[in-house]
């Protein structure tokens, strides 16, 4: 049995969810909608410990919770290219990225550009867009210079 056929019977911890209990809400997000979850949840699950699960729902243009897992890697990407961002983190994203621009669809390659675009002008970074989901709900590919 696939995660996406399982039922989703909630989260044991939701401030500190497992990558199975995230894969199997995502495919089930309305079993536990988001505005019940603990205030800023996108921000305490964009981490290390779930990034490689959020990827994956990203990724999947068949996830109903794809949009949410697209903002949370925004999210991961602005906290990736911090001056004091690890080096482990900075080359997890860049794999990340590499895999967009090789296999994702055109939401994953606009976030892909974007990340590379941070990357290289991490002063373009804008909270309202990279943080609080301006750039999942109104996708562009940003400039690498503003005008």
């Given at each position: 049995m696939t995660?996406?056929?399982?039922?989703?019977?909630?989260?044991?911890?939701?401030?500190?969810?497992?990558?199975?209990?995230?894969?199997?809400?995502?495919?089930?997000?309305?079993?536990?909608?988001?505005?019940?979850?603990?205030?800023?949840?996108?921000?305490?699950?964009?981490?290390?410990?779930?990034?490689?699960?959020?990827?994956?729902?990203?990724?999947?243009?068949?996830?109903?919770?794809?949009?949410?897992?697209?903002?949370?890697?925004?999210i991961y990407a602005a906290d990736g290219v911090r001056p004091n961002a690890s080096a482990q983190r900075k080359r997890r994203l860049k794999k990340f990225v590499e895999r967009a621009e090789e296999v994702g669809d055109e939401p994953m390659a606009i976030w892909a550009h974007n990340c590379r675009v941070l990357m290289t002008r991490p002063e373009l970074f804008e909270y309202h867009d990279w943080i609080e989901g301006g750039l999942t709900r109104h996708p562009r590919r940003l400039a690498l210079f503003k005008r």
């Open positions: 995660v996406r056929e399982s039922t989703f019977f909630g989260f044991a911890n939701p401030v500190d969810p497992r990558p199975e209990e995230l894969q199997a809400w995502a495919y089930h997000p309305d079993s536990v909608p988001l505005d019940s979850m603990p205030a800023d949840w996108d921000l305490l699950i964009s981490g290390d410990v779930l990034v490689s699960t959020l990827f994956e729902l990203a990724m999947d243009r068949q996830c109903p919770a794809r949009r949410f897992a697209q903002h949370c890697m925004y």
